[in-house]
Nanobody, 123 residues
């Protein structure tokens, strides 16, 4: 059974940084495109960032471009989200997701999801 486990969330002040990690149990992690999504209270889930199977293609929501960086280590079955310059509006539960082959910016296209990790940015 495929599992995705996020870690690295927490409470941080405005302007601070956090690094989220997502460990996957796929046997062939390199065959999966990965994405990060987030959901704030009372809001719909939204796309944050995605990365292609090789890691050469990366995609970002406009709201995080220039502040967040997605990366992956296929040898470690892990995808990361480095978050710098955090703002109160970044407060949300962050989820990683995976799908085979093609990267997508739509959460509806992803087959596997983690349980989420809370990120809270205090002002």
């Amino acid at each position: 059974q495929v599992q995705l486990v996020e870690s690295g969330g927490g409470l941080v002040q405005v302007g601070g940084s956090l690094r989220l990690s997502c460990a996957a149990s796929y046997r062939t992690f390199g065959n999966y495109a990965m994405g990060w999504f987030r959901q704030a209270p009372g809001k719909e889930r939204e796309f944050v960032a995605a990365i292609s199977r090789s890691g050469q293609g990366t995609y970002y929501a406009d709201s995080v471009k220039g502040r967040f960086t997605i990366s992956r280590a296929n040898a470690k079955n892990t995808v990361y989200l480095q978050m710098n310059g955090l703002k109160p509006e970044d407060t949300a539960v962050y989820y990683c997701a995976g799908r085979q082959v093609q990267v997508s910016l739509s959460g509806n296209d992803y087959d596997y999801w983690g349980q989420g990790t809370q990120v809270t940015v205090s002002s």
